[in-house]
Nanobody, 115 residues
């Protein structure tokens, strides 16, 4: 059974940093594309960052220059280093991963940024 498990969320003051991780299990090969999204009760799910199997990256404009996505193929994991956090970054952060045939989602980790 394939599972994606996020970790690293928490409460941080504005200007602070957090590092999220998402580790995939139950697979015999690495995920191809891995992405981070975020969601609040009032907003639709928002794309945050993506990383391909060749380590090509893409960021939402709202996080560009502050967040860094990376992957650890040895652990089939993706990380999101979040710096200079703002209150508007508060959300549940969800990890999505694609194999050759389908996508998988984690349950999410809460990030709260206080002003």
């Amino acid at each position: 059974q394939v599972q994606l498990v996020e970790s690293g969320g928490g409460l941080v003051q504005a200007g602070g940093s957090l590092r999220l991780s998402c580790e995939a299990s139950g697979l015999t090969s690495n995920m191809n594309l891995m992405r981070w999204y975020r969601q609040t009760p009032a907003e639709a799910r928002e794309f945050v960052a993506a990383i391909r199997s060749d380590n090509g990256t893409l960021y939402a404009n709202s996080v560009k220059g502050r967040f860094i996505i990376s992957r650890d193929n040895g652990k089939n994991a993706v990380h999101l280093q979040m710096n200079s956090l703002k209150p508007e970054d508060t959300a549940v952060y969800l990890c999505e991963g694609w194999t050759e045939t389908r996508e998988y989602w984690g349950q999410g980790t809460q990030v709260t940024v206080s002003s």
